[in-house]
Every structure is written in structure tokens, then in C-alpha cells.
């Protein structure tokens, strides 16, 4: 399909940021956005990168009601010679059909939604920041128009691509995070949408959220839905618990995101010699080990928030520091050797770069 380009007036062309070493994380976008359609009978048409603006929606838009919506996160890197590359944006693609199809929303064709983001991540080029740990981030959703107010998959839908030049997610940096487990509240349960990437998991976890920020925490580590008792993952990351020589994660299982960089780190870890392990984690186990020092380091990863170290993590009463509190070597070395391959810095082995022509 080809993508229409619409043409942009100098008028229509926003101011850049003058201080790329202040981006605070999703609040400026770029002059155009990617937008295709779906509709019942024709399929998806009507491609066209056309000026960043606000949509003309009505109230009955089956989005605004029942949340039929989903979205991906991705990000484009400036290397020091000024060429750009994206990391492992198939494995973006794959993951929004997966979400779609938990949605009963239409499957965007994975080459479509490849070569949307190519061309327009290529024409808004001048956007992509180059300073230190800065990047283009990528954010394609899919909303579901049709106005109707009964409950039922839309016959219409909007797929869409915006950009946003970011900073860090946590405002802090690269520093430790404090996590707070949450004990009251759920995030996702056996058979439910915990594992799709679709906005209403976000809503639903801003209530503990809110108590966490209240109690003067960063995040919240959420448990399974039924026992209260498995860790599953933080919201905008997935968690790692290294032991000496052993990192532990959740496993995939339907109530967690299968995570891009979560993938990545598992085949990071293993090529750096650490033994890797996918299984339930017991926060009681957890606790006591954090305690005792079996557990090394903690860190969670996800698009946004790259490898965040966490330096404690409070448990009902129990606050415990991991590590010192600081950040560990393992976590330190994933961190340089991601960010390092995302930025060219260090030699791709795995084949993760898509460099923007
Ligand atoms: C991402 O890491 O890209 C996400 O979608 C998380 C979001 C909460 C910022």
C-alpha cells in the first residue's frame, strides 16, 4: 500500500527543542503523525502522513466507552555520524497483532505498520535528539471510531504513529528506583488482558499508582490476581532479580507483557555467561532472600524506562534495600551494552539494528 505524503506548510512546522538535555519524557511531538484506516468490507486504506493535529471524533466513538484501543512503544536512536536506527521494531509489530487480536481488533499487516514508521520516523529525521540517552520515541496506537453506543468491535478504526523526543522515563536518570509491592489491588488476572498492550491495564493501575507516589515511591510491583502472592511486573517494566550468577524473571503466561527489551535482556544476560531463569517468583522467597543478600541486584526493563536499576523494595511493613541500594554490576553492564548496541557504540551480534534510510 502506498503511503500518501501530505504537504506541510512552514506555518504547520513547530519550534525544536532548544535543549536537548532537558527532554522530559512524552511531552512534545513532531510536526506529522502516520494515520490508516480500517474499515468493515475495504479493509485498511487511506494511508497518509499528514500534519500532527488533533482528531474530529464523535462523543460515541466506541473508543471513548469500552476502551477498544491499543498501542506499542518503540524508539529511534541518532548515532554519532547522524544516521538513525531502530531496535527490533518486528518484534513491536508482532506484539500490536497479538494485542489486536486479544481486542477483536483488526491485525495491521506487519510490513504496513514497518514501512509507516520507516517513512515517517525518515521524514521527521531532524526531530531524532543525538544528545546522551536521548532518543525518538514511537508510539503507535490503534482506536476503535465507529460512534455507536452498544458494545461490539468497531467497523472502523484508526491505526496512528506519533513522536515524541525524549529524555529518561524516570526523571531521576539512571539512578535506583524504590518499588512498593502492591498488596490490595490487581493488575491483571488468568484469561484477562493483562498480556495485550491495550490502555485500559494503564487506567486500572493508576489507583496504586497514586498510594505508591502518596507513600514516596517511584512504582508499584504488582502480584498475581489470584494469590497475591507471584511477581508479575511494574507497569512500564518488566523485573529481574539477579542471584550471583543466576538472573530470575517472571514468566510469560497471559497476565504479563512480553516485553521487547524484557527478550532482550534474557539473551543479553546468557551471552554474558549468567544463567537465566523463567519461574514463578514467591514474594515471600523473594523477601527473605533479598534479606539474607542471595538477591544481588534488582532492575526492571521496558522501551521507556531502558534498564532502571531498583534499589529497594517495600513489601507490606518491610522495606528492604537490594544491593546497597546503589546499582549493581550486572545491572550497569546491561544497561552499557543495550544502550550501546541501540547507539552503535557497540558491534549488534544478534542482529536487533534496523538503520532509516
Ligand atoms: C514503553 O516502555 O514503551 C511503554 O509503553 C510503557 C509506557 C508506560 C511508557
Redesign the pocket.
Known amino acids: 500500500m502506498e503511503i500518501q505524503v501530505l504537504p506541510l506548510s512552514e506555518a504547520d512546522k513547530k519550534p525544536k527543542f532548544t535543549d536537548e538535555t532537558n527532554l522530559v519524557f512524552?511531552r512534545t511531538f513532531t510536526d506529522r503523525m502516520l494515520l490508516i484506516e480500517w474499515k468493515a468490507g475495504t479493509g485498511w486504506g487511506d494511508a497518509r502522513i499528514k500534519k500532527y493535529e488533533p482528531f474530529v471524533l464523535e462523543p460515541a466513538a466506541l473508543v471513548f466507552h469500552y476502551a477498544q484501543e491499543i498501542?506499542?512503544?518503540?524508539k529511534a536512536y541518532r548515532w554519532e555520524d547522524g544516521s538513525i536506527a531502530l531496535f527490533r521494531p518486528e518484534m513491536n509489530a508482532r506484539r500490536f497483532n497479538h494485542s489486536a487480536d486479544r481486542l477483536c481488533m483488526p491485525e495491521m499487516p506487519e510490513e504496513l505498520f514497518l514501512k509507516g514508521i520507516e517513512q515517517l520516523v525518515s521524514l521527521e529525521r531532524d526531530w531524532v535528539p543525538g544528545a546522551v540517552g536521548t532518543s525518538l520515541?514511537i508510539r503507535p496506537a490503534m482506536i476503535a471510531v465507529e460512534p455507536v453506543v452498544g458494545v461490539k468491535p468497531s467497523d472502523h478504526y484508526y491505526f496512528f504513529v506519533i513522536l515524541s523526543p525524549v529524555g529518561a522515563?524516570y526523571p531521576k536518570g539512571f539512578k535506583p528506583v524504590r518499588i512498593m509491592v502492591e498488596d490490595e489491588y490487581v493488575r491483571a488476572a488468568p484469561g484477562g488482558t493483562g498480556e495485550a498492550?491495550t490502555g485500559g491495564n494503564?487506567a486500572s493501575s493508576l489507583k496504586a499508582g497514586l498510594k505508591a507516589k502518596k507513600k514516596g515511591f517511584d512504582q508499584v510491583l504488582w502480584l498475581d490476581g489470584v494469590e497475591k502472592r507471584y511477581v508479575e511486573e511494574v507497569?512500564?517494566?518488566n523485573m529481574f532479580f539477579a542471584y550471583g550468577n543466576k538472573v530470575v524473571t517472571a514468566p510469560i503466561g497471559g497476565t504479563i507483557l512480553n516485553g521487547v527489551t524484557r527478550d532482550s535482556v534474557l539473551q543479553l544476560s546468557r551471552s554474558l555467561g549468567f544463567e537465566v531463569e523463567e519461574r514463578k517468583i514467591d514474594i515471600h522467597d523473594l523477601m527473605r532472600d533479598i534479606e539474607s543478600g542471595k538477591v544481588t541486584e534488582a532492575f526492571g526493563s521496558?522501551?521507556?524506562?531502558v534498564i532502571t536499576p531498583v534499589g529497594e523494595l517495600c513489601y507490606k511493613d518491610d522495606c528492604l534495600e537490594i544491593g546497597g541500594g546503589g546499582v549493581g554490576a550486572l545491572t550497569q553492564k546491561l544497561y552499557d551494552t543495550l544502550t550501546g548496541i541501540q547507539w552503535g557504540k557497540v558491534a549488534d551480534t544478534f542482529g536487533w539494528i534496523k538503520k532509516i534510510s
Do not use: V
Open positions: 512524552g498501542f506499542e512503544g518503540l520515541y522515563y498492550k494503564y507497569g512500564a517494566m521496558g522501551t521507556a524506562a
